[in-house]
């Protein structure tokens, strides 16, 4: 099986602390943000494990029939996915927090 290489995560700049403002506005923040570090903390622990599934030096991942790589490699893509999704909910809580409150509930 061969698939796209998996790269290190970029790095960003520093991290946004949250604020009460920023809990009071959207308190489920707090948990997602407990999330999100998780699901870094146990990418770099499966990659820790398999480096082999970064890639070989011609950028193909070769599971080659390991289940447990090839479980690993699911994890990490579905890790990713969630990474995107708690960035794009992060991005649109921020965006709802700039849009004027007209007062009307609709």
Not at 46 to 68: A, M, S
Not at 99 to 104: A, H, R, S
């Amino acid at each position: 099986m061969s698939r796209t290489p998996r790269t290190a995560p970029r790095p960003r700049g520093p991290v946004a602390v949250l604020t009460l403002v920023d809990l009071l506005n959207a308190p489920e923040l707090a948990i997602l943000d407990v999330l999100a570090y998780a699901v870094n903390v146990a990418r770099v622990a499966v990659i820790t494990q398999h480096p082999h599934l970064l890639g070989d030096e011609h950028g193909q991942l070769h599971l080659d029939g390991d289940r447990i790589a090839q479980g690993a490699a699911e994890l990490l893509d579905r890790a990713l996915e969630l990474s995107g999704a708690l960035h794009r909910y992060r991005r649109a809580i921020a965006y709802a927090a700039t849009v004027p409150d007209d007062g009307f509930p609709f």
